[in-house]
Structure formats: C-alpha cells, structure tokens
C-alpha cells in the first residue's frame, strides 16, 4: 500500500468479507479478497497473504469440524493433491497461465450453469483411485492459480455427499495445498516485512469473518448450500477468464 487513508480500511473489509464467504461456504477466500486487494498490493503480497490468512481460515474451519473427519475418504485427495501441486508449479515455469486460466475458467463456468439449471444429477459413484485423480488435478489447479480446493468441491457435490461430508473433505484437501504452496513461498524468501504487518493488522478481520460465516453456515440448509457453491464456482470461472 502507499498509505492513503481510505487502503488501510478497504483492506480490512476484503479481509473480513473473505472471511465470511470462506466460513459460509468453506472456499472462494483468495476469490473475494483478490478483487480487491490487487488494486492495492503487488499481486506477490496478494497470493503470501492469500495462502497465510487461507490457512488460518480453513484451518479454523476444519477444527470445528474435526469430529466428522473421515481419513478414510481424505487421503486419496491428499496423496493426490501432494503429487499435483509441485507439477501445476512446474508447468508454470514453461507454459502460458493465461490460456490454462481461462481453459480452467470456461469449464467452471459451464459446469456451475449446467448443474445449476439441471439440479437433479445423479450422484457419482467412485474409488480410491477416482478420488487421488481428482485430488492431482485439483493440486495442479492449486499450483496454476491458487484455488486450493475448486475441484475437490465440484467431485464432492458429483458425489451426492451431504454437505458437512463435502466441507470435511476439501477443507481439509485446500489446507493441505495452501500448506505446501506456503513451504514453497517461504523457501523463496518471498515474506517482506510489509507482508507480514499487512498480516497482522488483518487477523482481527480476518478472525469476525471467520466467526460469522460458520454462524450462517449452520443456519442453511442442504439445498441453499448447493446454490453457494454453484454461485462461487460460477465466479470462479468468470474471474479466472476476465
């Protein structure tokens, strides 16, 4: 930031508003704070705040949940997601983002839309080995974009899964992923101290969304929820193509 006054309070309500959305529907944190915070902060600022305050989130969330947990269904996701991230990092040292963002984008899009206006899909039956799949794909996604746990909530939401069932399953998965792109920023050296202040001044923010969003969370009922995911991915993907 260059310290105009009105930065300082537009962070802290993208902080806040993240927060909310991320405790509400368990994802789209780094979705709703990059549209504003990159007017602000160097895209570089944006993505070690993303994954630091992304983690405290999910991490929170996840604890609340702790006693659904199912390792049996979480770690083919994160065996796969522990394979795919340091390859969707790889592929960013030789490909070209932007066409691989909206590729990712044009498919979220039509997606959301399709179940959206067709809401009596089938649930989808799947192994072990159909989960891992996702799970790579889903680390690849991280590692290109930043969006830890996208797929994961599409295969959630494929397979019929209730929704406390999806939430503990690709929260767990997105903290897994923002974990390892954290090791990998950090090894870079990439934390300024301007980071790690805009870090602290955001906590308070960051812990009300937080707060407020799992409140909501369990005041909506199964088919509200479905319509929230559908609605962010639909975001998702006009972000990731515009």
């Known amino acids: ?58 991490g929170y969330s996840v604890w609340k949940l702790r006693h659904a947990l199912d390792w049996h269904k979480l770690w083919p996701f994160m065996l796969g997601g522990a394979i795919g991230v340091p390859v969707g990092v790889t592929i960013l040292t030789w490909s070209n983002p932007v066409h691989v963002r909206i590729g990712i984008g044009a498919f979220l899009v039509a997606y959301s839309l399709y179940a959206w206006f067709r809401p009596t899909i089938a649930p989808v039956k799947g192994a072990a080995a ?64 301007d980071t790690f202040e805009l870090f602290l001044i955001g906590l308070p923010a960051l812990f009300a969304g937080t707060w407020l969003g799992l409140k909501l969370y369990g005041r909506i009922n199964e088919a509200t929820f479905r319509k929230i995911v559908l609605a962010l991915l639909l975001v998702s993907g006009a972000v990731l193509i515009f």
Do not use: H
């Open 130 to 193: 159909a989960d891992a799949s996702v799970g790579f794909l889903n680390g690849v996604l991280g590692g290109l974009t930043g969006l830890a746990g996208i797929l994961v909530t599409i295969w959630c939401g494929l397979r019929g899964w209730p929704k406390d069932a999806q939430r503990t399953v690709f929260q767990p998965v997105a903290v897994t992923v923002f974990l390892m792109t954290a090791l990998w920023i950090g090894a870079k050296g990439a934390v300024t101290r």
């Open 1 to 58: 930031m260059d310290g105009l006054p009105i930065e300082l309070p537009l962070f802290l309500l993208a902080t806040f508003a993240g927060a909310l959305v991320a405790g509400l529907s368990g994802f789209a944190f780094g979705l709703v704070v990059s549209s504003i915070w990159l007017y602000m902060l160097t895209p570089l600022q944006t993505t070690t705040l993303v994954i630091a305050f992304g983690l405290i989130v999910q």
